[in-house]
T-cell receptor, first 112, second 113 residues
Framework: GENVEQHPSTLSVQEGDSAVIKCTYS??????FPWYKQELGKRPQLIID???NVGEKKDQRIAVTLNKTAKHFSLHITETQPEDSAVYFC???????????WGAGTKLIIKP | GAVVSQHPSRVICKSGTSVKIECRSL??????MFWYRQFPKQSLMLMAT?????????EQGVEKDKFLINHASLTLSTLTVTSAHPEDSSFYIC?????????FGPGTRLLVL
């Protein structure tokens, strides 16, 4: 089955700098890769997703890149702001059903 | 985006009692819903997949007799924690599947005394 690894577990960046979180997956049948943001005590919120037929997707300060050959995808946040502080989860769909296989999460800390 | 509600948001109960948690998709129909458990500072742990009109599929290690799941309609799934014990205290979150992603409820924080 699918396995998703996420790095780093904690990332601390200066406000205004960029942040990059990386994930790798194992199942070549996976074709959908969402990213969720979870603030403390709240629900995970979908922030961006990418399908395997594209290599990059951007939404304002957030972008996701996908390398199908290497089986890895990354979240890029530019011009980070204090409200970007949260835990970010990557996921990949299980090609055989509707499940999402989750990364372990990255705690992003934006230093003022 | 799709809206999922979950009730109650917080519950405190005595050991040995049962607790029911409801998950509703408010503006779309969801034939598939998921129940997760999340421990502090950890990722989402899938407990079971709930399919409308059929039995839930439980992940390995999850006791189906303890965590009863009913998905009676296209907008409602319920999770009942039976004979709850302190070790069942956790944050339970549901999600509803809408092609191709999942939308999450706000979660239920369960504390068993």
């Amino acid at each position: 089955g699918e396995n998703v690894e996420q790095h780093p577990s904690t990332l601390s960046v200066q406000e205004g700098d960029s942040a990059v979180i990386k994930c790798t997956y194992s199942d070549s049948a996976s074709n959908y890769f969402p990213w969720y943001k979870q603030e403390l005590g709240k629900r995970p919120q979908l922030i961006i997703d990418i399908r395997s037929n594209v290599g990059e997707k951007k939404d304002q300060r957030i972008a996701v890149t996908l390398n199908k050959t290497a089986k890895h995808f990354s979240l890029h946040i530019t011009e980070t702001q204090p409200e970007d502080s949260a835990v970010y989860f990557c996921a990949a769909n299980d090609g055989s059903n509707y499940q999402l296989i989750w990364g372990a999460g990255t705690k992003l800390i934006i230093k003022p | 985006g799709a809206v999922v509600s979950q009730h109650p948001s917080r519950v405190i109960c005595k050991s040995g009692t049962s607790v029911k948690i409801e998950c509703r998709s408010l503006d779309f129909q969801a034939t598939t819903m998921f129940w997760y458990r999340q421990f502090p500072k950890q990722s989402l742990m899938l407990m079971a997949t709930s399919n409308e009109g059929s039995k839930a599929t439980y992940e390995q290690g999850v006791e189906k007799d303890k965590f009863l799941i009913n998905h009676a309609s296209l907008t409602l799934s319920t999770l009942t924690v039976t004979s709850a014990h302190p070790e069942d205290s956790s944050f339970y979150i549901c999600s509803a599947y809408a092609p191709e992603t999942q939308y999450f409820g706000p979660g239920t924080r369960l504390l068993v005394l």
